[in-house]
């Protein structure tokens, strides 16, 4: 009986070591080495140091303390500047263009880099743009060479990318792996994020170097790791190469990056939105705030509107749209297509500088412009049946700042004339010629404030 069975065990056994010889064979380290490729990508990617000045003071001070702790006391002659260790990509050789991150070369006194060849240069920041991450640097070199960039849109979980720069100053290292997720937000590392998640080992030092594709195409930016610690532990983030091109490109153009405003709130449909609105997927984007005097509002958007598109490119969740339209210059017409009742229509709009309807705002109402309001009603027992507008909040630097309006002020009288709610504030507001006299209530005590027209 025992020799009855072992001889099909044995029989499969054969099979499977056979099947195992095949894969072996069939993917050889040979067929699967990145040498050929890499060969033409490691000359675009370069070593950046950038003495950095030290802005933060509270950042200085506790350096200085540790210093001044390790050395018994004596804190003389600690330096207020440090040396970021970085890398940088090569993106046009003609010109010679590197890009890098923002972080990196932000607040810096001089960037020097080192080209894999051995060379030295003095690098000019063109511009950088903090709430991308992103910089543009330029080198006056010969004989350099460039990475092609890729689409970054094309990218898959699982793809296989390479990660090259400078971690902990060891020049020109490579590390491999696969792309572990996409459209990676909410990290609270940038402004903008739509980060591909790597597996490729990076580190300090990796940040502004390049993540290639098989073909040698420049697909992100390392920029980040997610860790306990400084080392690695297989989670890294890199900005796509779509949305760093972008940037790159207002770079060379403007020397700068001037966003445009929609002026709405989005929000991501989850499944019982979808359902709400009668939609057959949570692809998307719902509109729940359109911003008066904006863009969107003049343009026709309404609240309940679906974003499906934004010139072209489909909208998945509200992710898409705010790094979509964050990547669009000041007074770009923009193409926005959107479900309506679950009819599409399309719709232009043109990206205003916030600035603008700020002063639209502001010139509107000259004296209530930032301040939140709240009709107000309380039984006190200082001030007895208090009916008026309670101060919500106030802008930094409004008219009504400047003329001490603070949160938590009651507001009673209007140039002497009792106001018991917003409307009769207004009203009583827009019979001023200049000068609006405050009657309010703070804490157990009441003041008068003078707000003037020409402040604004």
């Not at 080209?115 to 063109?126: F, N, P, Q, V």
């Not at 898959?156 to 459209?183: C, E, Y």
Request: glycine share 8%; with cysteine; aromatic share 6%.
């Amino acid at each position: 009986m025992q020799s009855i069975l072992r001889r099909p065990i044995r029989f499969f056994l054969f099979i499977f070591l056979c099947f195992l010889s095949t894969i072996s064979f069939s993917a050889s380290p040979v067929d699967a080495s990145l040498a050929p490729m890499l060969q033409t990508v490691l000359p675009a990617v370069v070593n950046i140091r950038a003495q950095i000045k030290i802005t933060d003071f509270n950042t200085l001070r506790e350096i200085q303390k540790q210093r001044a702790d390790a050395n018994e006391g004596n804190s003389d002659n600690i330096p207020d500047t440090f040396i970021s260790i970085a890398s940088g990509v090569i993106i046009d050789p003609k010109h010679g263009y590197i890009m890098t991150n923002a972080h990196v070369v932000s607040d810096a006194q001089t960037v020097a880099v080192t080209l894999s060849d051995g060379r030295h240069y003095t690098a000019k920041i063109i511009g950088l743009d903090k709430p991308s991450d992103i910089a543009l640097l330029q080198i006056k070199a010969k004989n350099l060479t460039g990475i092609l960039i890729g689409d970054s849109n094309k990218l898959k979980v699982g793809d296989f990318v390479a990660a090259i720069g400078n971690p902990f100053g060891l020049n020109q290292t490579v590390t491999s792996g696969i792309v572990s997720a996409l459209g990676r937000t909410q990290l609270g590392i940038e402004n903008y994020e739509n980060f591909i998640q790597i597996d490729a080992s990076i580190n300090p030092g990796n940040s502004g170097g390049a993540l290639v594709n098989m073909q040698g195409e420049l697909i992100g930016i390392n920029t980040a790791i997610l860790t306990p610690e400084r080392g690695n532990i297989g989670i890294g983030f890199a900005i796509p190469s779509n949305m760093a091109k972008s940037v790159m490109d207002q770079l060379i153009t403007y020397g700068n990056v001037k966003r445009g405003v929609l002026g709405i709130g989005a929000q991501d449909i989850t499944p019982e939105l979808a359902n709400a609105f009668h939609l057959s997927d949570t692809k998307g984007a719902a509109v729940a705030l359109v911003l008066p005097a904006s863009p969107a509002q003049q343009a026709g958007l309404m609240v309940g509107d679906i974003i499906t598109a934004v010139n072209g490119s489909p909208i998945k969740n509200a992710s898409d749209v705010v790094n979509t339209i964050g990547f669009l210059r000041v007074d770009s017409k923009t193409s926005i297509n959107i479900l309506r009742n679950n009819k599409p229509i399309t719709v232009t709009v043109t990206l205003s500088d916030p600035k603008k309807r700020k002063e639209i705002m502001e010139k509107a109402d000259p004296y209530l412009f930032g301040v939140s309001l709240k009709n107000f009603k309380l039984l006190s027992p200082i001030h007895g049946n208090v009916a008026g507008i309670l101060v919500v909040s106030v802008a930094p630097e409004s008219n009504a700042w400047n003329a001490d309006l603070r949160p938590g002020d009651v507001i009673t009288s209007v140039n002497q004339q009792k106001v018991t709610n917003i409307g009769e504030l207004k009203t009583a507001i827009a019979k001023t010629d200049k000068i609006v006299l405050l009657n309010v209530l703070r804490g157990p005590s009441a003041i008068f404030l003078v707000m003037n027209k020409e402040e604004t």
